[in-house]
């Protein structure tokens, strides 16, 4: 079959195996790869495959099932979108069945093709912070594809009032997903108009260093700074005396690198509490499509920046 593989940094079409579904696995006929940031790192040398995955990139896709393991029991034909550990930039992949999920009603496999990875990602990161409604969220990197999909998240599952840093550009969109306020981040100091409004109850950052002392300046007391990117850097130094006073959580978090086990029931968790909204009162953001033989076409408009939504490989 064919592949999207790495050599020497770059990304080129290569004959590679064959694959065949395993016990507990399935075989998707990939109609469409979403693009994440996670592969420009593998790209570059920098977030190499888990061990036992294939090493090209891909970690999420949507196709139809055209074969199953022993143990499973989903239907041929059935259109499906999946979480990987790599390699969903093929003709074919294998994935374990507990991170394949239906394609939701009312989107296309083409839409549906950039929706596991920010779901997974987004509800396992935001889903025990909304305890009531009304809570302040601020998404970071608000018009990118986990932006986008927070936004949406944190407004109509968790009912929280969104602000949302982002190009002015964005902000007429931002506000039609969802957010309230929407913060020019090259012009305007978001920690100082969260500070003024009373501060943020939870923050998840895209950015890294470049906002840590900011975001724990913007966080109201007893509020959580979700990391879950280093867009702008790993290392920043931090007064732990600014948290003790406001009772701060801080935690960061990646999704690939997770046990098997543990990503399984964050996907049934997005199946379960999730998936009813997508179509519905959360819908993908696709900034373009790509035809799959230019992959390296598609990860340098990401590494340029300034996407509405997701990047998706199509066959």
Known sequence: ????????????????????????????????????????????????????????????????VIAVGEGVDLPLEQEVCALLPGGGWAEFVTVDAGLVLPKPTGVSLIEAAGLPEVAATVHSNLGDQFSEPGQRALIHGASGGIGTFAVQYASKVGRAEVWATARETFASALHDLGASEVIDYRHD??????????????????????????????????????VIGLQKGRRAELDLGSLLPKRLTVRGSTLRGRPLEQKRD??????????????????????????????ADALQSLRAGGQWGKIVLSQ
């Open 189 to 226: 100091d978001f920690a100082a108009r969260l500070r003024a409004a009373g501060g943020a109850d939870v923050i998840l950052d895209v950015i890294g260093a470049a906002y840590l002392e900011g975001n724990v300046a913007a966080l109201r007391p007893d509020g959580t700074l979700v």
């Open 266 to 295: 964050i996907m049934s968790a997005v199946h379960r509490e999730v998936w009813p909204y997508i179509g519905e009162s959360i819908h993908p953001v696709v900034d373009k499509v790509v035809p799959m033989e230019r992959a």
């Open 1 to 64: 079959m064919r592949a999207m593989t790495i050599a020497d940094g770059t990304v080129r079409v290569d004959t590679v195996p064959d694959v065949v579904p395993g016990d507990g696995e399935v075989l998707i006929e990939v109609r469409a790869a979403g693009v994440n940031r996670a592969d420009l790192l593998q790209v570059s040398g920098n977030y190499p495959s888990p061990p036992g995955a294939p090493s090209w990139p891909g970690l999420e896709v949507s196709g139809s």
